[in-house]
Nanobody, 112 residues
Framework: VQLVESGGGLVQPGSSLRLSCAAS????????LSWYRQAPGKERELVAT???????TYADSVKGRFTISRDNAKSTVYLQMDSLKPEDTAVYYC???????WGQGTQVTVSS
C-alpha cells in the first residue's frame, strides 16, 4: 500500500490549489479515503472524506471552499481547495482508514 501526495505550495489568500493523492496497492473505489491536515503546534484534523459508496463529508471550516473527488481510473483522490485562507496553512495528508496508512504529506502555505 502506498499513498503519495502532491500539489502543495505557497499561495496568496484567495487563491486555489489542487492536491493529489496517488494510491497503489489497493482499489481506491473499494475504500474510504480522507484528507487530514496538521498546522504547526496543532492536532491533526480531518478535512474531508470520500467513502467507497461516494458519500462525502467535510469539516465545517472548509465546507463550500474545498471539494474532494476520486478518479478510479487514475487511482487518485483529489482535494480542490478554493478561496484559501492563511488558517488553511498546514501539512496535508492522505489517509486510508482500512489499513491505518498515511501518506508523507504535502505542505500548503497561504500567505501574502
Amino acid at each position: 500500500v502506498q499513498l503519495v501526495e502532491s500539489g502543495g505550495g505557497l499561495v496568496q489568500p484567495g487563491s486555489s490549489l489542487r492536491l493529489s493523492c496517488a494510491a497503489s496497492g489497493f482499489i481506491i473505489s473499494s475504500h474510504a479515503l480522507s484528507w487530514y491536515r496538521q498546522a504547526p503546534g496543532k492536532e491533526r484534523e480531518l478535512v474531508a472524506t470520500i467513502t467507497s459508496g461516494g458519500r462525502i463529508t467535510y469539516a465545517d471550516s472548509v465546507k463550500g471552499r474545498f471539494t474532494i473527488s476520486r478518479d478510479n481510473a487514475k487511482s487518485t483522490v483529489y482535494l480542490q481547495m478554493d478561496s484559501l485562507k492563511p488558517e488553511d496553512t498546514a501539512v496535508y495528508y492522505c489517509y486510508l482508514s482500512a489499513y491505518g496508512y498515511w501518506g508523507q504529506g504535502t505542505q500548503v502555505t497561504v500567505s501574502s
